[in-house]
């Protein structure tokens, strides 16, 4: 079901007082493996931007379900579909130990081209069929 996986590592400035990595930072996680996602298949967000075609966040939803800790090693997986104008990333988040679910998130990102809603863009279209080759 996951088309991309990308390993990463817990760093300590990532967690807060509790000894566990903020809520906040998974956000981070997940654009970070959106950006890496979209450069390994030829889509380069910062191009995408200069040519006035921007990917923007609509609305994240976010699971927590086990806490990573300094020096974890995590993989950050995801496969994209796409619902109306939506480009919606299914994502989640593995403890690379014991594979255990520590986060599950949808997040759902609309077009804007020079400044207009867009219905879809070509290149983010591709990454559509990308999963629909893999099923």
Do not use: W
């Not at 760093?11 to 007082?17: F, G, K, L, M, T």
């Not at 990573?68 to 919606?88: N, Q």
């Amino acid at each position: 079901m996951y088309i991309y996986e990308l390993e990463l590592k817990v760093r300590d400035y990532e967690c807060d007082i509790q000894g566990i990595v903020n809520n906040s930072v998974y956000q981070n996680y997940l654009e970070h493996t959106r950006h890496e996602f979209l450069l390994d298949n030829d889509v380069s967000f910062e191009q995408l931007h200069l040519q006035g075609i921007d990917a923007v966040v609509a609305r994240i939803e976010m699971a927590y379900k086990t806490p990573l800790k300094p020096g974890d090693s995590f993989i950050s997986k995801l496969y994209v579909a796409k619902e109306g104008i939506k480009y919606v990333f299914h994502q989640a988040i593995f403890r690379k130990g014991d594979n255990k679910v520590c986060l599950k998130a949808k997040v759902e990102a609309v077009v804007v081209i020079n400044g207009k809603l867009s219905a879809s863009h070509p290149q983010l279209d591709k990454l559509i069929a990308l999963d629909a080759s893999l099923l």
